[in-house]
């Protein structure tokens, strides 16, 4: 019989094998909980909420899910948790059919639609406010029509492939898409009225390109992408903007579109084709490192666009060929610039923005058709010039010299000779190039007023060559660009501004391998106002003089490479008034501020190489005035720790207000001499290894607040002296360290009258506090019996800067263990600070207290101590 039992197993088999393969169908299943326990399950939901509120879940062995929702509210609600499976489908194809539902999928590929066709903005779409998560999907596959995905959220994350189509008025009208840590494309399309209208893309941490479409007609509507917003700023990989606008009225295809690109790493090309494409767009791409292009095909394509790509590590390109196609645009340039207007009015009242000068942008403006480039605006570091066309209609010319990107003319030196320029008359060389790149040095005169202005002037690039300018005329030198740029060394560079605005707004950048010498003389007022000075070069002696009122207000100087030697003065009322230094100094550094006000609101930055030296020297003088620090703010770094060094000196009411950060340097010595002279001023030197101040003087050090160095006995040493009655040198000083201090790190010396009531106040309202602690502020007080300042209260509750009470202090580095056990610590400080751990042991003994009124100052590392019996740590025992 075995040949008859074969056959009928076999086919008992295939009949099993045959079943299991069907999926198991789930048919509205109401609320509640549902588990999917074989390879695919279905559930279909075709009743007015057949699945409402439901709770779907899958198991290891389940591989597809389909789910189909086809009755009004039928998925309401409901939730999928979906692991570890190959395939999810979604179907949602009703009113609210899918309404506010959360899908969670991972592994995934995910295949989800969204599709009530003939759906209104009025009513409730299929997937209206539906959630999905779907982590490491292979791939995701999402279409809405019809305003069916409406305020919905999804957050793909891990995949490797995405596609979103919204099709339809409203489809994806608020939605937001956020794209995480994927590897692959990105492409989303967007078609018809309003269909992606306010909707948020974000592609985070993503590794592939991002390719959108906003596509409108006649038949299908317009505002495709109506203020949507992409979020593109950690994108590796380009993104491809195209919005067409094929005829009228079906335009506004990016209408109002942002583009927000800080960190991307790739470029942006815009599409804008046909009628207000791109009306509105907004680029900011901050600090990315690729190209943004747009080409503005049509009317009024790029309509009041707002560009920012002026801190781009690439080039801004912008085309547009037609009727207004860049009309009141606003272009912000980066170092790289090539603009085309190539039509009637086509960069009409154009806001052209260029940070540096002229050199970057290359700008072509049609002379027919008229009006390309008319009433045009550049601006370039303050300066505002308009564009129009000359009489006889053969050239634009711009209104101010100082912002224009066209020369007026060209000065070209002889190459292989040394070269001089005299531009004497007024206005006779304004505007032009002077080429000096081939010479063995250069001299520019300009003599006369506006003779140089807005020129563009080469240096000579060839070993040890001189280049200087000599400003003598007002506004001479005025919106001046001067370049040295090449692998070569320089000679000296001088620039003398010896006239009113001479040097206005002038660039000058020196990026080469070295400089023997630097001078800019700045002798009359304003004559340096706002001049912007960068090199990235090695510099042997440097020299800026402000000798005038104003001469240099809000001046500019950076020297990123080592200057050996820098000398900075300010030496007139208001002279470098805003001005900012930011240097790396070799040898020695001084700032000289001795005018009214002289350095008032300037931000001095001075990095110290291995054993350098820099002087603040804030004077005061009768016939110059007061105040020539007040409210600076200057910061001295050491680039080798406790090896440079920083004296300042305030005379007079000089550093009022003064902001003075020292960090990482061996010693800081400030003296305030004169009345005032350092009142309500800051010095913040807690990483320093020595400070000295000397008040001297009528409230010299008056409010002042001193963050002191407080690592060693007498780190931070402080003289108040001053012979007048009330003299108060340092009344209601601040001092502030840190938790962690070293008692005895303050050396005090207030002078007095010797007397029990010390008519001299010197340290009167003195206290001192410890950051980011419980413990108490210490007040100092005269004693009238040991006649001197001292701590109003003593002991480790308050922070002050003396003890000498009993005290056990551990040892530096190691652990630390003190047994009260078997002496008494009751009213002692225990110091362990510079132990790696503290272990106390307290107990009551019958002759102490134990740890009754024990102050702990516990290590980094921290304490344990261990209270054994009644009172053994008392009422009274502080732990810090």
Not at 371 to 394: E, F, I, K, P, V
Not at 458 to 470: D, E, G, K, T
Not at 685 to 706: I, K, P, Q, R
Request: one cysteine or more; hydrophobic letters at 35%.
């Amino acid at each position: 019989r075995p040949s008859m039992i074969l056959p009928g197993l076999l086919c008992a088999l295939a009949f099993l094998h045959q079943s299991l393969a069907q999926p198991v169908v789930f048919s509205n299943v109401g609320a509640g909980n549902t588990t999917c326990t074989t390879p695919e399950c279905a559930f279909q939901c075709d009743d007015y909420q057949g699945c409402s509120g439901a709770r779907f879940y899958t198991t290891d062995v389940t591989t597809t899910v389909t789910i189909e929702c086809s009755g009004v509210e039928s998925c309401q609600n409901f939730q999928l948790y979906a692991n570890n499976i190959n395939s999810l489908t979604v179907r949602c194809s009703i009113a609210k059919a899918c309404y506010r539902a959360e899908i969670y999928a991972e592994h995934a590929v995910l295949d989800l639609s969204c599709d009530y066709a003939g759906n209104t903005a009025a009513t409730a779409g299929a997937c209206y406010s539906l959630a999905v998560v779907a982590r490491q999907t292979p791939r995701a596959d999402v279409f809405c029509n019809d305003n069916n995905c409406q305020d919905t959220i999804f957050y793909l994350s891990s995949a490797s492939s995405v596609s979103f189509l919204a099709q339809g008025s409203y489809a994806a009208r608020f939605a937001k898409v956020f794209v995480q840590d994927m590897v692959g494309a990105l492409n989303l399309t967007c078609l018809g009225d309003r269909s992606c209208n306010g909707a948020s893309f974000y592609a985070s941490q993503m590794q592939g390109d991002l390719a959108v479409s906003c596509h409108t007609n006649t038949v299908i509507g317009q505002n495709a992408c109506y203020q949507t917003k992409f979020y593109v700023e950690d994108l590796v990989g380009n993104m491809d903007l195209w919005c067409n606008s094929t005829d009228n009225p079906g335009h506004n295809a990016c209408y109002d579109v942002s583009i927000f690109a800080y960190d991307m790493q790739g470029d942006i090309s815009a599409e804008c084709i046909g009628y207000t494409s791109c009306y509105s767009i907004l680029v900011d791409a901050g600090t990315m490192n690729g190209d943004v292009r747009l080409n503005c095909s049509g009317y009024d394509a790029c309509f009041y666009a707002d560009i920012f790509t002026q801190d781009i590590n690439g080039s801004l390109s912008m085309y547009c060929p037609d009727d207004r196609s860049c009309f009141s645009c606003n272009v912000h340039c980066p170092v790289d610039c090539d603009l085309q207007c190539l039509e009637q009015m086509s960069c009409y009242e154009v806001d052209f923005v260029v940070e540096s000068n002229f050199d970057v942008l290359a700008l072509e403006c049609a002379l027919e058709p008229t009006y390309s480039c008319r009433h045009a605006y550049l601006c370039s570091s303050g300066a505002q010039s308009r564009m129009t066309l000359n009489a006889d209609d053969t050239a634009y010319e711009c209104s101010d010299p100082n912002c224009c990107p066209f020369d007026a003319g060209v000065r070209t030196c002889t190459a292989g000779a040394a070269c001089v320029i005299d531009c004497v008359a007024d206005a006779e060389c304004q505007g032009f190039r002077i080429d000096g790149s081939e010479a063995t040095s250069l001299t520019v005169n300009c003599q006369g007023s506006q003779s140089c202005e807005g020129s563009k002037i080469a240096c000579p690039a060839s070993a040890n060559a001189n280049c200087v300018l000599n400003c003598n005329g007002t506004s001479s030198c005025s919106g001046v660009s001067v370049r040295s740029v090449g692998d070569y060394e320089v000679g000296e560079f001088v620039m003398n501004c010896n006239a009113s605005s001479a040097c206005l707004w002038a660039d000058v950048m020196l990026n080469v391998t070295s400089v023997e010498s630097v001078s800019l003389l700045c002798s009359s007022p304003l004559s340096c106002q706002s001049l912007d000075f960068a090199t990235d070069a090695a510099i042997g002696n440097a020299s800026v003089s402000c000798d005038a009122y104003q001469a240099c207000n809000a001046l500019e100087f950076a020297a990123d490479s080592i200057v050996s030697v820098f000398d900075f003065g300010c030496l007139h009322n208001q002279s470098c008034f805003d001005a900012s230094v930011g240097v790396t100094v070799g040898t020695f550094a001084r700032l000289e501020c001795s005018g009214a006000e002289a350095c008032k609101r300037g931000r001095f930055d001075v990095k110290l190489a291995q054993n350098a030296a820099f002087a603040v020297d804030c004077l005061y003088s009768e016939a110059q005035g007061f105040a020539a620090c007040n409210g600076s703010n200057v910061l001295s770094t050491g680039l080798v720790a406790d090896t440079a060094v920083t004296m300042v000196s305030c005379l007079g009411d000089s550093c009022h207000d003064l902001n003075f950060v020292a960090d990482g340097l061996q010693s800081v010595r400030a003296q305030c001499q004169g009345p005032n002279a350092c009142y309500s001023g800051v010095f913040d030197v807690d990483t320093v290894s020595n400070f000295d101040l000397l008040c001297n003087g009528t409230s010299s050090c008056g409010s002042a607040s001193v963050l002191c160095p407080s690592h060693a006995i007498g780190a931070c040493n402080l003289e108040c002296l001053g012979t007048a009655v009330g003299s108060r040198a340092c009344a209601s000083l601040n001092v502030q360290v840190e938790a962690a201090y070293v008692y005895g790190f303050l050396a005090l010396r207030c002078e007095s009258d010797g007397t029990a009531t010390d008519s001299l106040e010197q340290c009167t309202g003195l206290s001192v506090a410890c950051n980011s602690t419980g413990r108490i502020a210490a007040n100092f007080i005269w004693s009238s019996s040991s006649l001197t300042y001292e701590c109003q209260n003593v002991g480790v509750p308050y922070c002050c800067p003396y003890y000498d009470g009993p005290k056990i202090e551990c040892s530096s580095g190691g652990d630390c263990v003190v047994d009260c056990t078997q002496t008494d610590c009751s009213s002692t400080l225990i110091d362990a600070q510079q132990a790696s751990f503290l272990t106390v042991y307290c107990e009551e003994r019958s002759f102490g207290s134990g740890c009754n009124e024990t102050h702990v100052l516990c290590p980094l590392g921290g304490c344990n101590i261990t209270c054994s019996g009644a009172y053994s740590c008392g009422d009274y025992a502080k732990l810090f």
